[in-house]
T-cell receptor
Framework: AQSVAQPEDQVNVAEGNPLTVKCTYS??????LFWYVQYPNRGLQFLLK??????LVKGSYGFEAEFNKSQTSFHLKKPSALVSDSALYFC??????????FGAGTRLFVKA | GAGVSQTPSNKVTEKGKYVELRCDPI?????LYWYRQSLGQGPEFLIY????????DSGLPNDRFFAVRPEGSVSTLKIQRTERGDSAVYLC??????????????FGEGSRLTVL
């Protein structure tokens, strides 16, 4: 069965520092991997996806993520965090079927 | 508007009542999804439509939950005999292409259901 794990409930980082939000997955077959962000009182917004090709994918707002097949990971990264990046981040996986399964989410707090 | 629209944004009801939640997807999106998000949790898959038909309803928790999409556009999630445990935010998402699941989902802002 598909599953997604986000091992950290919260990540704290100072503004200007690099950030990483971790995600690992378990699927049978080739994974389609996604990151979404949820700001307070807003709907989930797509950030980026990995389907195939280059393991490093770039997305909105300066975010990027690296697909690592051997470690079954898809960590979200940003070289320099902004206070406005503070939000709830969800990793998600699909396998070519119809479901997209979401992780429990990681709250990112960027301190000025 | 151009985005996914969900109504009502908030619904408070009493235990045992019937509730309908509506989703109007992005025009031209053939795939429509319902998710449920409880406090502190990620979205939990409920049901997926491709066109008018429910292609996968394996996430519906029990037979009190039902969803329709009669004309392949607007969808309604129906909950009978509501229970306090049904309280959550119900999210609708649409996608241009559901087959192969490579497309990103576009979410509405959700309908917050509170069952007293």
């Amino acid at each position: 069965a598909q599953s997604v794990a986000q091992p950290e409930d919260q990540v704290n980082v100072a503004e200007g520092n690099p950030l990483t939000v971790k995600c690992t997955y378990s699927v049978s077959g080739n994974p389609y991997l996604f990151w979404y962000v949820q700001y307070p009182n807003r709907g989930l917004q797509f950030l980026l996806k990995y389907i195939t090709g280059d393991n490093l994918v770039k997305g909105s707002y300066g975010f990027e993520a690296e697909f690592n097949k051997s470690q079954t990971s898809f960590h979200l990264k940003k070289p320099s965090a902004l206070v406005s990046d503070s939000a709830l981040y969800f990793c998600a996986v699909g396998t070519g079927g119809f479901k997209t399964i979401f992780g429990a989410g990681t709250r990112l707090f960027v301190k000025a | 508007g151009a985005g996914v629209s969900q109504t009502p944004s908030n619904k408070v009801t009493e235990k045992g009542k019937y509730v309908e939640l509506r989703c109007d997807p992005i025009s031209g999106h053939t795939a429509l999804y319902w998710y449920r998000q409880s406090l502190g949790q990620g979205p939990e898959f409920l049901i997926y439509f491709q066109g008018t038909g429910a292609a996968d309803d394996s996430g519906l928790p029990n037979d009190r939950f039902f969803a329709v999409r009669p004309e392949g556009s607007v969808s309604t999630l129906k909950i009978q005999r509501t229970e306090r445990g049904d309280s959550a935010v119900y999210l609708c998402a649409s996608s241009f292409r559901g087959v192969g699941n490579t497309g990103e989902l576009f979410f509405g802002e959700g309908s917050r259901l509170t069952v007293l």
